[in-house]
Nanobody, 114 residues
């Protein structure tokens, strides 16, 4: 199983980006999918979770600005990020649970300039 994240880049404060994470190498259903981020010099933190059913979850600092979603046919996880702030800068990584196993993708860098 491989996860390929993309969509990061440099954006000004108030701008938007859409991250994608494509899951390949499996025909199994995707269970819980999440985005995490790691700012320079800080520990990785959880950002958002998309369960297969039920309510999507967000860390407080991104509520109302970020939206997580998925396309199960394309096996792709998305993160729409609006009203970006400099404190959103970091490497964003995707995580997925498949058949009770956890998989991580490499990160995509998001840089928000002030």
């Amino acid at each position: 199983v491989q996860l390929q994240a993309s969509g990061g880049g440099l954006v000004q404060t108030g701008g938007s980006l859409r991250l994608s994470c494509v899951v390949s190498g499996t025909s199994s259903s995707l269970n819980i999918m999440s985005w995490h981020r790691q700012a320079p010099g800080k520990q990785r933190e959880w950002v958002a979770t998309d369960p297969p059913t039920g309510t999507k979850l967000y860390t407080d600092s991104v509520k109302g600005r970020f939206a997580i979603s998925r396309d199960n046919v394309k096996k792709t996880l998305y993160l729409q990020m609006n009203s970006l702030k400099p404190e959103d800068t970091g490497v964003y990584s995707c995580q997925v649970w498949i058949n009770r196993k956890e998989y991580w993708g490499q990160g995509t860098l998001v840089t928000v300039s002030s």
